[in-house]
């Protein structure tokens, strides 16, 4: 079992940075992988970052791509989404997620691999 906590959600200009943390709880986390998602009201969540625990292999979205780093301490059991150059259109309710099914490559960008999601932390980008 794995509970997800994230913090350092905001509000910020478009060009500013945000840096998401993700703390778990659980023995189990540092052989998840780790993914970062995204929902807006009325449109389907999104997968933007995920991160493989065996040899940290990251995957972005293109929408994401060069902007956002997504990274992990397994000694801290935390996760993390720095994003700079941050758009109007990432302003959204950012959830992280984790989960052990044995895949990796960018189908961690689906949803539907995670098994354990956290409450979720908002980000609001004004123009």
């Known amino acids: 079992q794995v509970e997800l906590v994230e913090s350092g959600g905001g509000s910020v200009q478009a060009g500013e940075s945000l840096r998401l943390s993700c703390l778990a709880s659980?023995?189990?986390?540092?052989?998840?992988?780790v993914g970062w998602f995204r929902q807006t009201v009325g449109k389907e969540r999104e997968g933007v970052a995920a991160?493989?625990?065996?040899?940290?292999?990251?995957y972005y979205a293109d929408s994401v791509k060069g902007r956002f780093t997504i990274s992990r301490d397994n000694a801290k059991n935390t996760a993390y989404l720095q994003m700079n150059s941050l758009k109007p259109d990432d302003t959204a309710i950012y959830y992280c997620?984790?989960?052990?099914?044995?895949?990796?490559?960018?189908?961690?960008?689906?949803?539907?691999?995670?098994?354990?999601w956290g409450q979720g932390t908002p980000v609001t980008v004004d123009s």
């Open positions: 997620a984790a989960g052990s099914f044995g895949v990796s490559g960018y189908v961690l960008l689906r949803d539907d691999y995670y098994t354990y």
């Open positions: 659980g023995d189990s986390f540092k052989n998840n992988y």
């Open positions: 991160i493989n625990p065996p040899n940290g292999v990251t």
